[in-house]
């Protein structure tokens, strides 16, 4: 049986007009996201994309000689594979679940067919598009111009924002490669904000235990992109979770 819209939690799919959504609904499909499923691949052929539901997706950048560092985040306010939009078929990052979720796949070609039904369609998500190089940007600048304390609260935050709860279920070594830091700096910091009672971390989970106090340490490099997005497509975070 076709879902209803009032039972998707995707922001993009649940904030289209009802005449979009009844075009797109025929065409997704609910699969299951494990840990390190790979959504897009760099230089391989876009076939699916992805809206997400549930679960964290990371954007990586890698180099040619295999550097590699996180400038996005995807969550349930986005989708993988958006360059479909613009025409652009070939993935130029690699996007993979970080946490583990769920989310509504659609082939391109089913993406497609919906942008001649319905041209609003397509432009919802070049909006969306438009929002991650606010965030890409931001990323780039984050890396260049704030300190590792920093980055790794933006960092939260934006996990926090696309999470269920206030636990996170991450790993040193991955906010390591994340970051583009060795663990042990990564290991520091967390003890800093551990030591304030900012967080709490345990092996493989990090809770947020005061949001405010977080964003205050983030500063300038977190908030801008959530603006962005909050004025074209609608709040990245469903409601604020109290400081505990």
Same mark, same amino acid.
């Given at each position: 049986?076709? #879902?209803?819209?009032? &039972? +998707? %939690?995707? /922001? @993009? !799919?649940?904030?289209?007009?009802?005449?979009?959504?009844?075009?797109?609904?025929?065409?997704?499909?609910?699969?299951?996201?494990?840990?390190?499923?790979?959504?897009?691949?760099?230089?391989?052929?876009?076939?699916?994309?992805?809206?997400?539901?549930?679960?964290?997706?990371?954007?990586?950048?890698?180099?040619?000689?295999?550097?590699?560092?996180?400038?996005?985040?995807?969550?349930?306010?986005?989708?993988?594979?958006?360059?479909?939009?613009?025409?652009?078929?070939?993935?130029?990052?690699?996007?993979?679940?970080?946490?583990?979720?769920?989310?509504?796949?659609?082939?391109?070609?089913?993406?497609?067919?919906?942008? #001649?039904?319905?041209? &609003? +369609? %397509?432009? /919802? @998500? !070049?909006?969306?598009?438009?929002?991650?190089?606010?965030?890409?940007?931001?990323?780039?600048?984050?890396?260049?111009?704030?300190?590792?304390?920093?980055?790794?609260?933006?960092?939260?935050?934006?996990?926090?924002?696309?999470?269920?709860?206030?636990?996170?279920?991450?790993?040193?070594?991955?906010?390591?490669?994340?970051?583009?830091?060795?663990?042990?700096?990564?290991?520091?910091?967390?003890?800093?904000?551990?030591?304030?009672?900012?967080?709490?971390?345990?092996?493989?989970?990090?809770?947020?235990?005061?949001?405010?106090?977080?964003?205050?340490?983030?500063?300038?490099?977190?908030?801008?992109?959530?603006?962005?997005?909050?004025?074209?497509?609608?709040?990245? /975070?469903?409601?604020?979770?109290?400081?505990?």
């Amino acid at each position: 049986m076709p #879902v209803s819209q009032s &039972e +998707i %939690r995707n /922001r @993009l !799919l649940s904030g289209m007009e009802p005449a979009d959504f009844a075009a797109v609904r025929p065409r997704i499909e609910k699969v299951e996201l494990k840990m390190r499923t790979v959504l897009v691949e760099k230089e391989a052929a876009i076939e699916d994309v992805y809206f997400i539901e549930s679960g964290i997706a990371s954007v990586v950048a890698t180099s040619q000689d295999d550097e590699r560092i996180e400038v996005g985040h995807v969550g349930w306010e986005g989708m993988s594979g958006s360059s479909a939009a613009l025409g652009v078929m070939i993935g130029s990052t690699r996007t993979f679940m970080q946490v583990a979720g769920s989310g509504w796949r659609m082939a391109v070609r089913d993406l497609e067919a919906a942008f #001649v039904e319905r041209p &609003e +369609i %397509r432009e /919802r @998500l !070049l909006q969306y598009v438009y929002t991650q190089e606010v965030q890409v940007a931001h990323s780039a600048l984050a890396n260049a111009r704030y300190s590792i304390k920093e980055r790794l609260a933006r960092w939260l935050l934006m996990s926090h924002d696309r999470g269920e709860g206030d636990d996170l279920s991450l790993t040193h070594e991955f906010l390591s490669l994340m970051l583009g830091v060795r663990r042990a700096g990564v290991t520091g910091e967390l003890h800093i904000l551990e030591g304030m009672s900012l967080i709490r971390a345990t092996r493989g989970n990090i809770r947020i235990l005061d949001r405010p106090r977080l964003e205050e340490i983030a500063g300038g490099c977190y908030g801008y992109p959530e603006m962005i997005y909050e004025r074209l497509l609608g709040k990245v /975070r469903s409601e604020p979770l109290a400081a505990r």
